[in-house]
């Protein structure tokens, strides 16, 4: 039967692999999305307390190489007891045979793709010259939203910090400035100040369905990019309503999740991110047009990365081969 190949999450960070490749990789995948060469259902999950979820994310990308599914959990109070908010594995199959080929920790994974998405539609989304970065929220997402969003838009120049928090954004900057020496960063006191100058912006805070939005019509200036990491938990109906061009990852996704309680106040989306890498629909049309990512993350790409990492691990000699 066989082995697998068991990458813990110290292994699959030692891996690194580098978020250039990782966009790469969820290009790719979203054009095969667009061209109907990817299966990825709904994901369905089950909440065993209250604002806490656990998703099964099935995905095929024949193209690829790619298949397999993803185990996660989502438990909001977790860092208060020093434990990840995020976390699950991967399992990735061989195409050929079906036999499971590898087991590995999704935490670094779900990181890291979840901000090389927004990125992505930066690249069709934002002003080529976005000089600004605001930042709601200063976690993990923050943090790897920084990393990706400065690959694709090298114009950036300063960073606005906002969290309910301010040791969270303290900590942000303590860990991000000496990355990143040439951008100056500034935390501010609410979310407005984050938001109201900003060229690119993103929201980060917890995903719940009894959420209180703060962001309100007239905040977002005109030109401005969006990806809302936190579906709409952070957005007013009448701010998105201000939004000239809404796109998400997948519709058939979010109206899955609307159908659960979820984007309450979200009042349409305008495409896929996959049509707008493929040519079907035109991206940013003109440098005021207010555009917007509202993702739900899909297991494509979770698929391409996990694979990517498997084989660079098997290259650098890293994890533990289980039998079957």
């Not at 966009?23 to 790719?28: S, T």
Request: a negative charge.
């Amino acid at each position: 039967m066989g082995s697998l190949l068991y990458l813990s999450r110290g292994d699959v960070e030692k891996v690194a692999l580098p978020m250039e490749e990782i966009i790469r990789a969820l290009e790719a995948a979203f054009l095969d999305k667009a061209r109907g060469l990817a299966e990825a259902p709904p994901k369905p999950g089950v909440h065993p307390r209250r604002e806490c979820f656990l998703h099964a994310m099935p995905a095929s990308l024949p193209q690829r190489g790619a298949v397999g599914i993803k185990w996660v959990a989502g438990y909001p109070t977790n860092p208060k007891r020093g434990l990840p908010y995020i976390s699950g594995l991967v399992i990735l199959n061989d195409p050929e045979t079906g036999l499971p080929i590898s087991v590995m920790d999704c935490t670094w994974i779900t990181a890291k793709r979840t901000a090389a998405a927004s990125a992505l539609a930066a690249k069709f989304l934002a002003r080529r010259n976005a000089r600004v970065l605001g930042i709601c929220g200063c976690g993990v997402q923050g943090k790897t939203h920084l990393e990706a969003l400065k690959v694709v838009l090298p114009s950036l120049e300063e960073v606005l910090l906002y969290d309910v928090s301010p040791e969270a954004a303290r900590l942000f900057v303590e860990e991000m400035a000496p990355r990143y020496p040439e951008l100056k960063f500034q935390k501010v006191s609410s979310a407005y100040e984050a938001v109201c100058e900003s060229d690119i912006i993103v929201t980060a805070a917890l995903i719940l369905r009894e959420a209180e939005p703060v962001i309100r019509k007239g905040w977002v200036r005109p030109g401005a990019f969006a990806s809302a990491v936190d579906f709409d938990c952070y957005w007013t109906r009448e701010a998105l309503e201000e939004m000239d061009l809404i796109i998400t990852d997948d519709e058939e996704q979010l109206s899955y999740y609307r159908s659960s309680g979820y984007f309450p106040r979200l009042p349409r989306v305008d495409g896929e991110l996959g049509e707008i890498i493929s040519g079907a629909i035109p991206g940013r049309e003109d440098e005021k047009q207010r555009t917007m990512a509202v993702f739900l993350g899909l297991a494509i790409e979770d698929m391409v990365t996990a694979l990517a990492i498997l084989e660079r691990a098997r290259r650098m000699g890293l994890g533990t081969e289980l039998p079957l």
